[in-house]
DNA sequence: ATAATTATTTAGATTTGTCTAAATTTTTAT
DNA sequence: ATAAAAATTTAGACAAATCTAAATAATTAT
């Protein structure tokens, strides 16, 4: 008998386990900040997981996956990505547009479906944003990128990873002609707001808000 | 303002939509046991569907889509058979397979999606069961198939289109080595129970009973 | 240490979709 | 025409997920 997770309880236990993340136990108000909802829905939510034993939690100190709620989440994850990845490199879509639409193609859990899938899109390792796929035992490989901010002058890197979905800051790189693979050398860095002069693609000159830089993740060219 | 219709809504006026086929107004009882639920749950929803004006509604009498109730409704079945194509040409399942997965699919109602969806299968006129497919603005082919059963003896036929979605009968007509597009010729009918002896793609002799051969659409072949 | 602020939980309602059991209407049989 | 059967609706309850407003606990500032 497997256990059945709504789709409210998949969004739930999915932004636990993006704002565990931060190395934190995950509390109401932030849980209910990123899921667009109250605290007191999520009050309510988390003493049903709890529950179903997809998370630990303490009242008035805060939640954690337990090992199975961390494996349903990955698989939630895995889906997602997969989804996404069909959308941009299959049917066509810009990255900034296939977020929204793989929150809704995530929830179909049919196992053969994903796995099917998975191999009709040739076992991706990452999605459109450079953010790895979970395999089917919800196993992710770990990689920690550095952020473009940190960079050295004169350097060059490889765009590998976005650190952000918002469609605003999808097109914003969009207009700077930085997608995944682009590489990028860093120019100059100003004091004043430490915002970026670069070279993207051996083409392109742009600046780069300190802001935006910190949401490229980069890793050593050559 | 579009109006939105629920998960729950759309099967609802699916369910109305395929039962109408039948040529009367739907009663409450029929669309129970299509939905697989109870008589007082059908009259609460024909209630709700009647004032979002999808359909017409007279109590103890029946209902019936209106304008606006029908081109919804071939805009989830548009959805759910270009999910079953995708689903068979793409990823490899078998046609006793799709239906239920695209029961789900057929809820994620994102216009672009589809219409992508559609053009990467390149605008398939048929589902892998020979069902039509609506267009994008909700118009439908009204294909008129004769049944096996009432077929001529030693006429040859080709499959265009299957009865029924039931995994059982696919899996028979798999066995018989039945799929759409296969030559059928009638070579003997049985009077004492209407059952068929038939040689399906030249090849195979097989008998077939009555029941099935009306779940069996067919065209003349040349 | 006390007060003010912030975070969290509880209480009580609401919406959607469902159900069982009872009441009502329609249809069919005698 | 009346009775029996079948179909449909109503009444009342329930579960899931949500909300607002009020109560409580924890944290922070003075
Ligand atoms: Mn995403
Ligand atoms: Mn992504
Ligand atoms: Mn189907
Ligand atoms: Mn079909």
């Known amino acids: ?110 196992t053969e479906l994903i796995n099917k899938l998975d191999a009709f899109l040739g076992y991706p390792k990452v999605d459109p944003h450079g953010d790895p796929i979970p395999d089917a035992n919800g196993n992710i490989a770990t990689i920690e990128h550095a952020v473009l901010g940190g960079g050295t002058l004169g350097k060059r890197y490889v765009v590998a990873q976005i650190g952000s979905q918002l469609p605003a800051v999808l097109e914003l790189l969009d207009q700077k002609h930085i997608k995944i693979g682009t590489i990028i050398e860093i120019k100059k860095r100003f004091d004043f707001d430490q915002s970026l002069e670069i070279k993207a693609g051996n083409k392109h000159i742009t600046q780069i808000s300190k802001e935006l830089s910190q949401h490229i993740l980069v890793k050593e060219h050559e």
Chains 1, 2 share one sequence.
């Open 1 to 110: 008998m497997t256990l059945n997770i709504s789709s409210t309880e998949q969004n739930y236990i999915k932004a636990i386990y993006h704002l565990e993340q931060n190395g934190r136990p995950v509390n109401t108000n932030d849980l209910a900040a990123q899921l667009a909802t109250t605290p007191a829905s999520v009050t309510d939510m988390i003493k049903k997981l709890k529950q179903k034993k997809l998370i630990n939690y303490k009242a008035y100190y805060g939640c954690t996956l337990t090992e199975n709620g961390r494996k349903q989440s990955l698989l939630i994850i895995r889906r997602h990505r997969l989804w996404e990845y069909f959308l941009s490199k299959k049917l066509g879509f810009n990255w900034d547009a296939i977020h929204e639409i793989a929150e809704e193609l995530e929830h179909v859990s049919n």
